[in-house]
């Protein structure tokens, strides 16, 4: 999926990246192998910023919330958020906060799960389980919301982003840390379909997890 990322939207190219929520740091240090990129990562957990200084070596990972940080306006040329979106109970200030960090031609990039396939998802296994204590049937218990391509871009239009486009990332490589060559084929057959799925229905169906880009003011 990083690949497939740095493939459309680095490669070729140079500036400044700012992954917001960044984890362990592990697309930082992707990005930051590609010549005439400088990147930045910034993360709330200490335990995932302190393994990306001591184990990869990543002195740019800072910890904290993005919106207190010192970065001046108009500093980025790309701001990514992998599967942090979903984790933040008011998107508004901090997606205010980046885009007043963007350059004017700058883009803005998230991944979030797409609640048109969380729902039905949870819809089955409820079905199927019936109603257990502890179960999360809208996967996972910390996703305090969950977007679908109207919600996003409403909550993307009203912090001041336009020129709001969906695609598709070629998905990872394993389902729920199994590496079963089945499950594999499975999950890529599905992403195929979901991209015949939105081409075919001219984008008003996607059944792939959300993946968009956005700029300020376009």
Not at 90 to 102: C, E, F, K, N, T
Not at 138 to 162: C, K, P
Not at 178 to 193: C, D, Y
């Amino acid at each position: 999926m990083y690949g497939d990322f740095c493939r459309r939207f680095i490669v070729g190219k140079r500036g400044r990246l700012l992954d917001v929520g960044c984890g362990l740091g592990y697309f930082v240090r992707t990005v930051a192998a590609y010549p005439g990129w400088e990147v930045d990562g910034y993360e709330i957990s200490r335990w995932a910023v302190d393994f990306a200084h001591t184990r990869l070596g990543l002195a740019n990972v800072r910890c904290g919330r993005v919106e207190e940080s010192d970065f001046a306006v108009g500093t980025f040329d790309v701001i990514t958020l992998w599967d942090v979106i979903e984790h933040v109970p008011d998107p508004d200030p901090l997606l205010s906060y980046l885009a007043s960090r963007l350059k004017s031609t700058g883009l803005l990039f998230m991944h979030t799960p797409n609640i048109r396939v969380q729902l039905p998802k949870a819809r089955l296994k409820k079905a199927i389980m019936g109603m257990q204590p502890d179960t999360p049937y809208l996967e996972a218990r910390d996703h305090v919301n969950i977007y679908s391509m109207r919600t996003l871009r409403a909550v993307l239009e009203r912090n001041g982003f336009g020129d709001i486009r969906f695609t598709h990332l070629r998905p990872v490589q394993s389902v729920a840390g199994s590496r079963s060559g089945l499950l594999k084929v499975a999950k890529n057959a599905w992403f195929h379909a979901a991209v015949a799925v939105y081409g075919l229905t001219l984008g008003r169906v996607n059944l792939d997890n959300l993946f968009v880009t956005a700029r300020v003011g376009a």
